[in-house]
T-cell receptor, first 115, second 114 residues
Framework: GAVVSQHPSRVICKSGTSVKIECRSL??????MFWYRQFPKKSLMLMAT?????????EQGVEKDKFLINHASLTLSTLTVTSAHPEDSSFYIC???????????FGSGTRLTVV | GQQVMQIPQYQHVQEGEDFTTYCNSS?????IQWYKQRPGGHPVFLIQ?????EVKKQKRLTFQFGEAKKNSSLHITATQTTDVGTYFC??????????????FGQGTILTVHP
C-alpha cells in the first residue's frame, strides 16, 4: 500500500532556530501534499496545501513566512518552521494522495518541542 | 464555511460493548472518509463511502453514509482493546476536487476497559 515517510519523528530545538520536516511518498507520486498541525486530543488543523512545482496554499491564519513549504518533486514536500517559539510546539503531520492510492496516506508525524 | 461535526467527543466502553460515532456535515459531501488514530500514532485510512445510503462493513466495523450525503456513522460491534483510539470522519472541503483538501470532524476518542 501507499507509504508516506515523515522525518524526523521527534525534534527538540531552541527558541529562534529553524526546523525542517520532510515528507516523502515512497511508492507513489503525490502532486499534492497537505500539512496539518494537531494539538493533544484535538482534531487535525490543516495548515497548508503543498503543490508540486508551485507555491503552497496556506489556510487562513497560518503565517506563510513562518511555515515555509517547498514541494520540489512529486515525492517530497518539506515544512520549515522558522524562528521557532515555544507556542510552535505541536504535532505536525503530512498527508498525500495519488492516483494510485485510495484515501489519504499520512506520515507518522513529527513532534516538535521548542525550548 | 463548511463544518463537519462529530459526536460524541469521548466514549468509554467496557470490552464487548458496542460503540457508535456520528458525523454531520453542514454541506452535502461527494464522499466521506473515516480514519483511525491510535494513541501516539498518526491517522490511518479506514474507508471511503461515496453513494447515498451506502453501507460498508469491515469485520466488526460498519460504516454508513446518509441518504442526503450529509451524515455518516461508524459502528463497532463488540469492542476490543485494540479498538482504542480516535476515530475521525472527513469530507472534501467545499468546492474541493478529488485529492483536494479535507475537512475533519473533531474526532471521537474511544477508550475500552478490559
Amino acid at each position: 500500500g501507499a507509504v508516506v515517510s515523515q522525518h524526523p519523528s521527534r525534534v527538540i530545538c531552541k527558541s529562534g532556530t529553524s526546523v525542517k520536516i520532510e515528507c516523502r511518498s515512497l511508492d507513489f507520486q503525490a502532486t499534492t501534499m497537505f500539512w496539518y498541525r494537531q494539538f493533544p486530543k484535538k482534531s487535525l488543523m490543516l495548515m497548508a496545501t503543498s503543490n508540486e512545482g508551485s507555491k503552497a496554499t496556506y489556510e487562513q491564519g497560518v503565517e506563510k513566512d513562518k511555515f515555509l513549504i517547498n514541494h520540489a518533486s512529486l515525492t517530497l514536500s518539506t515544512l520549515t518552521v522558522t524562528s521557532a517559539h515555544p507556542e510552535d510546539s505541536s504535532f505536525y503531520i503530512c498527508s498525500a494522495a495519488g492516483q494510485s492510492t485510495y484515501g489519504y496516506t499520512f506520515g507518522s508525524g513529527t513532534r516538535l518541542t521548542v525550548v | 464555511g463548511q463544518q463537519v461535526m462529530q459526536i460524541p467527543q469521548y466514549q468509554h466502553v467496557q470490552e464487548g460493548e458496542d460503540f457508535t460515532t456520528y458525523c454531520n456535515s453542514s454541506t452535502t459531501l461527494s464522499n466521506i472518509q473515516w480514519y483511525k488514530q491510535r494513541p501516539g500514532g498518526h491517522p490511518v485510512f479506514l474507508i471511503q463511502l461515496v453513494k447515498s445510503g451506502e453501507v460498508k462493513k469491515q469485520k466488526r466495523l460498519t460504516f454508513q453514509f446518509g441518504e442526503a450525503k450529509k451524515n455518516s456513522s461508524l459502528h463497532i460491534t463488540a469492542t476490543q482493546t485494540t479498538d482504542v483510539g480516535t476515530y475521525f470522519c472527513a469530507g472534501p472541503s467545499a468546492g474541493g476536487t478529488s485529492y483536494g483538501k479535507l475537512t475533519f470532524g473533531q474526532g471521537t476518542i474511544l477508550t475500552v476497559h478490559p
